[in-house]
């Protein structure tokens, strides 16, 4: 469950190591978010000769969370950290590299044919 306030490293190679959720957007009840959810972030530590700048503001999705994500016929998923994606438009990522696994509730078409590469 990520609210606002919580620093969350980044799962792309956009260059932001972690950044800081200022804005839910749908969340339960407005407050936290879960898997899939879209967030207002700014970014807190950039890697040197970034193109992205330091306390910049940007909308990212999450597609890991500790928290359990259960399932319709009663199974669950959780990870061991939260991680989200930065994005430019509504589901364009800014990098074209995606680091690690994806839940089936993200498996979009439109959204995974945008990465290059999925290691």
């Known amino acids: 469950m990520i609210q606002k306030g919580s620093v969350l490293p980044t799962g792309d190679n956009s260059g ?3 950044t800081r959720v200022f804005h839910v957007y749908k969340g339960s009840k407005g407050r936290i978010g ?3 959810d879209f967030f207002k972030v700014s970014a807190r530590e950039v ?3 970034n193109p992205i700048a330091k306390k910049s ?3 990212a999705i ?3 969370t500790k928290y359990k994500n259960i399932r319709k016929d009663g199974s669950f998923i959780f990870f ?5 994606i930065l994005l ?3 589901l364009t990522p800014k ?3 995606l680091r690690g696994s994806i839940t089936k509730n993200i498996r979009r078409k439109k959204f995974l044919s945008s990465f290059t590469k999925i290691i």
Do not use: Q
Request: aromatic share 0%; charged share 40%.
């Open 16 to 18: 932001v190591l972690k």
């Open 34 to 36: 879960l898997v899939g």
């Open 47 to 49: 890697l040197p000769e």
């Open 57 to 59: 503001k940007h909308k």
């Open 62 to 64: 999450v597609i890991r």
């Open 80 to 84: 061991d950290k939260n991680i989200l």
């Open 88 to 90: 430019k438009k509504r």
């Open 95 to 97: 990098s074209t590299l």
